[in-house]
């Protein structure tokens, strides 16, 4: 199995460039695909500092290069983007497209400890395999200065992962994300498929419970949320956050943005935001 990443596209934007690869995946038992964007450069030795984006249910690695429009910015400020898949894939196991919300598309970024998706371990696949293979790779990155980002499920997925890993990432932002999924059903299907019955667990991935334990936050995190966005109330749960920051006085900028729903319309109307945001912590 070839687990060094294989280019398998690449097209010129903004001077730098989208490039797409493949490699076997250990951790998650099945080839994965990511992209990465390349901001243009004029030195051979210089090294891109980088901002993961995480997506959302249903997505792959491409949607976030295709439609946000991300790479005006991050060839401006000199970012590398990073963008995975969303879940393991081609696996076959039983019921994993059964639905949209769950299974393939829908990897939630945690660890699975429930042996029928023993393989969805996205968790461990953003925080540890896949940094490691970029850091191997690609010298033109340099890893120890990142940032992360994402949408809705990956925004939930950013959220959780900066929080329990406040060394490995300088900032954290997030478009619309599940903020609260131990009271939301789509946190609630997916964490009893994947983690069983243990609420513990549970809020082990829950960032509006984490930030309890793990405030000592010290860049704003950047949160963007359309206000016509029809999983606000049920789903998304923002305000849930937002308090839980105030109670701990962790620094959020939580922007409520009035007409704006969940699609990628709104993410490329702020996304320049978001990258600057990033640019300005990973420089520091």
Request: with cysteine; hydrophobic share 35%.
């Amino acid at each position: 199995m070839e687990t060094k990443p294989t280019e398998i596209g690449s097209s010129k934007m903004f001077g730098g460039y989208n490039k797409r690869y493949k490699h076997f995946s250990p951790t998650l038992g099945c080839s994965m695909t990511f992209h990465i964007y390349f901001p243009p450069c004029s030195s051979p030795s210089h090294k891109f500092p980088i901002l993961y984006w995480l997506s959302g249910l249903t997505c792959t690695d491409e949607n976030f290069i295709i439609k946000s429009g991300a790479q005006r910015a991050a060839s401006a400020e000199g970012v590398a983007l990073i963008a995975p898949d969303t879940s393991p894939r081609g696996l076959n196991v039983e019921g994993e497209a059964d639905s949209w919300d769950f299974g393939v598309g829908a990897g939630f970024y945690l660890n699975a400890t429930q042996q029928k998706w023993k393989n969805w371990r996205m968790y461990n696949y953003v925080v540890k395999e896949l940094p490691k293979l970029l850091s191997e790779n690609f010298p033109q990155l340099d890893t120890s200065k990142a940032s992360i980002s994402g949408h809705s499920m990956g925004g939930h997925g950013a959220l959780t992962i900066y929080l329990k890993n406040l060394d490995k990432y300088k900032s954290a932002s997030a478009f619309a994300p599940i903020a609260n999924p131990i009271n939301c059903p789509w946190g609630q299907k997916a964490f009893t498929n994947y983690l069983g019955n243990d609420k513990a667990a549970w809020e082990e991935y829950d960032a509006t419970c984490l930030i309890k334990k793990f405030h000592n936050v010290s860049a704003t995190i950047l949160i963007d949320q359309g206000e016509d966005d029809k999983f606000l109330h049920d789903q998304l749960l923002a305000q849930k956050f937002e308090e839980a920051c105030r109670s701990v006085n962790v620094p959020l900028l939580l922007r409520l943005q009035p007409g704006y729903d969940h699609s990628y319309f709104f993410i490329s109307t702020f996304i320049d935001d978001h990258i600057r945001h990033h640019a300005q912590a990973l420089k520091l």
